[in-house]
């Protein structure tokens, strides 16, 4: 426990000589226990600055990736983004801790699965995800139509059509 903790701050470190210096950005990062998101078998790398593999072809983003997406979109808790590539959920997560409102897509089921999982355990209530396929938007449900959104942000591979 106290070593994940070590290791944390040493990464909130490295992220703020890396450049990051948006302080909600930094302080979401602490709050959101990476660890949660990775493989068991990957956890003494949970806060090391890499990407993660998760399964099925994907990986968690890099800690500083993560950050710096987050840090350019400029957010406030009155903003409502949409993200595009759910995996686990570390990155809704962290947004989560920053904006009003997060709509979340993934193509993969089980990744899907165990974000809402993730959302679940961690008491995330200002999270919505769907699985479905993120190039076609979000989607509009029960004659709901969520968007406009403040923000969008992608953090799955895209292809060109």
């Known amino acids: 426990m106290i070593a994940a903790q070590n290791n944390k701050i040493r990464l909130i470190m490295t992220l703020r000589s890396a450049g990051i210096q948006d302080t909600a950005v930094l302080s979401a990062i602490e709050k959101v226990p990476r660890e949660h998101f990775i493989p068991a078998q990957m956890m003494d790398q949970a806060y090391e600055d890499i990407a993660v593999p998760i399964g099925l072809g994907q990986t968690i983003s890099q800690p500083y990736v993560v950050a710096k997406m987050t ?10 983004v949409l993200e595009i590539g759910t995996g686990t959920g570390y990155q809704a997560c962290v947004l989560s801790k920053i904006c009003r409102r997060v709509y979340t897509i993934e193509r993969h089921r089980p990744l899907h699965d165990i974000a809402e999982q993730n959302f679940h355990e961690l008491t995330i209530r200002n999270v919505t995800a769907l699985c479905g396929d993120g190039m076609k938007g979000w989607p509009t449900i029960h ?5 406009p959104f403040d923000r969008i942000i992608v953090t799955a591979a895209a292809r060109e059509k």
């Open 71 to 80: 840090e350019a979109l400029e957010l406030t808790d009155r903003h409502k």
């Open 143 to 147: 004659g709901i139509d969520q968007a």
